[in-house]
Structure formats: C-alpha cells, structure tokens
C-alpha cells in the first residue's frame, strides 16, 4: 500500500471530476493537472463511475455519486486520491478506500456559513409560514389583512436543540441567538467551555430528554452509521407536538416516513427540509402538506461557495500530487 508522503508520478494526475463545476475551477484545473471534465454535467451511471475509478489517478466526485464498496474494489491501482467536492463523506465507502489505500479529501468549512444560512432561514420560514403566504398572494388569494388571519408562531424566547455541534452547527446557534431563541444542543461531546459561554448554550447528554423539551430541532449532524435515523419514530415521537423540525444535514439521519406520518396527523407542527432520505426522490406525503417547507439540497449552493469548494479541492489534489499531506484529509475515526 502507498502512502500519502510517496508523491505521484512526475507527470501530470489524470484527474477526473464527475460533475460540471465552475468555470474558474475547470480552468484552473486544466492548468494544472490532466483533467477531464463533465461539461454537459450528465450525472454519472455506475458503470461510467467504475469506468472513472479504474482510469483516474484522482476522482473529483460530488453528492451523487456513490462510491460504495462495489464500486471502489473495483478501482484501479493508479487511484489514489478520492478529492469529494463537499463536505459530507457519506458518499464515499471510507473502510473500503482505506484498505485499498486511496487517500479521500473532503472541502469542510467553506460551506459553514451558507448551510447555516438556509437553516436559519428555515427556522424561520416554517413556523412563520413565510412560503404559506407567498402562495397565497401568488394564487390571487389575498383578500384583505384581518388581525387573526396568516398567524404563524413566534420565534424569540423559544428553544432550540442543535444536533451535531460542529462547525455548521454553532454557526447556526449563531445566527439563531442574535434571533433570541435559546440554545441547546446534543453532540457526541460538549463544545469548549468559552463557545458554551459565548452562545449561552446547554448541552444535553440525553439526545431523548432534549427532544422532549424543545419547540425547534435542527439537525446539522453528518450522516454516518451511528446517525442513520437518528430521529427515529420512537425519538420523533418524543417531541412535543408543536414542535418544529429542520434539517440541512442529511436525510438519512430522519426516519423520514415516520416523520411525514406524524406531520400529517398533526403530531408535530411543521418541519423545513433541504435534504431527503432517498433524493432526489421526496416522499409523496411530505408534498401534500402544508405545514412543511421543502429544499432542493441548496444549503451551500452560492456561486461563492462553489469556487471555494473547487479551491480546496484544487488546494487537495496540489498538494497531495506533491508527495504531502493534503489539508482535508478525511480518517474513517474522525467521524
Ligand atoms: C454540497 C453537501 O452541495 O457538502 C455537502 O456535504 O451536502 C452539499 O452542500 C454537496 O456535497 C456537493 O457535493
């Protein structure tokens, strides 16, 4: 097995990207490794994808491609550095690409800002009924304000419970404490004593006794073995039945079925999801009802984030293809 400091062959890596990126990061890319690129941005099928991991010296893959352990024994030996456009890495058979020796970069923090965003914008959207209204008016439907009428809930003074309290996670306690809401959170362990200070946040070993306790639950955890229906029905039914559930993280960590179920019997107010369990594919009950505001998974599509993604992904491969260690790399352990 070779290692991460053995640098690769004097000439340029045979880099190949799955996905049509921006056009400074295709440029630049072309400048500085072989590289062949998705163009027309046609998602690759899973003999293209093996095809791809038995050609390339570096596979730039995204989101949708899954790289499973299927697909990755059948990689070939010149493959030795999987460079993901994003931060999630559950794409990625991490066990599989260890064994076989291939090092896999991950592009976190450049997105922290612009998932918070979406998040916060979900808190406030579903329980103030932001895209409610907007249909409403859209459908020619606004008849006249009336003092009872598009009544939402409010959101200073109300609790939220973060789960997953890395970096997304505590710029959204951020954002959410300037809107005076109050912060809990549940993590595998608690933040450094002066984050804690600085977001007045409590933490809550128990992930059960802080679900019972909150009016808004965000998930900001990445999806890993250990998170998969995290929120199962037996924890969803812990919440409190006005209570709100947001999710930019990953769809796998919600039993997404038992949480359409019980928004559609009222046993939860509302929910506002950026990310599904099987996407594209969106679970027909959770588009019929009302009380839902549901995302594309555009938590960190900004044209900035896009070109910072495809800068770290460059940053990765430079200096990966120069015999080091690169930035981003991503250990089986860390998750
Ligand atoms: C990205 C994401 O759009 O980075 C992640 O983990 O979920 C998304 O925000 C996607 O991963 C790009 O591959």
């Given at each position: 097995m070779k290692s991460h400091t053995e640098p690769m062959p004097a000439k340029k890596p045979l880099v190949i990207v799955t996905r049509k990126l921006p056009d400074a990061i295709e440029t630049r890319m072309r400048e500085l490794f072989e590289t062949r690129l998705n163009v027309d941005d046609t998602p690759m099928s899973r003999e293209k994808l093996i095809e791809a991991v038995q050609t390339a010296d570096i596979l730039v893959p995204t989101v949708?491609?899954?790289?499973d352990a299927k697909v990755l024994v059948?990689?070939?030996?010149?493959?030795?550095?999987?460079?993901?456009?994003?931060?999630?890495?559950?794409?990625?058979d991490l066990e599989t690409a260890r064994a076989r020796g291939i090092t896999v970069t991950n592009t976190p923090g450049v997105l922290t800002d612009d998932t918070a965003d979406i998040t916060m914008a979900l808190i406030l959207a579903v329980p103030r009924r932001i895209v409610d209204g907007a249909d409403v008016l859209r459908k020619g439907d606004f008849k006249g304000w009336s003092p009872t009428w598009m009544l939402g809930h409010r959101i200073t003074g109300k609790r939220l419970g973060i789960i997953g309290m890395g970096r997304i996670g505590q710029a959204v306690a951020r954002r959410a404490k300037a809107f005076g809401l109050q912060i809990h959170y549940h993590n595998r362990k608690p933040v450094p004593p002066s984050v804690e200070t600085e977001l007045e946040a409590t933490y809550w070993d128990s992930l059960d006794q802080m679900l019972a306790r909150m009016d808004i639950v965000s998930v900001n955890c990445p999806h890993t073995p250990a998170t998969y229906h995290l929120l199962s029905a037996r924890r969803l039914k812990l919440?409190?039945?006005t209570a709100f559930i947001v999710n930019?993280?990953?769809?796998?960590?919600?039993d997404e079925n038992a949480l359409a179920r019980m928004l559609e019997a009222n046993e939860l107010a509302g929910a506002g999801l950026?990310?599904?369990?099987?996407e594209p594919a969106v679970n027909p009950k959770l588009l019929k009802l009302k009380n839902v505001v549901l995302l594309p998974?555009?938590?960190?599509?900004?044209m900035e984030g896009r070109v910072d993604m495809g800068e770290k992904v460059i940053i990765n491969i430079k200096t990966f293809a120069d015999g080091h260690r690169p930035p981003d790399r991503v250990l089986a352990a860390m998750l």
């Open positions: 949708t491609d899954r790289l059948r990689a070939g030996d010149r493959l030795k550095l999987i460079a993901n456009f994003g931060a999630g890495v559950d794409n990625i919440m409190k039945p930019t993280a990953r769809g796998e960590v919600i950026d990310v599904f369990e099987h998974h555009m938590g960190s599509a900004t």
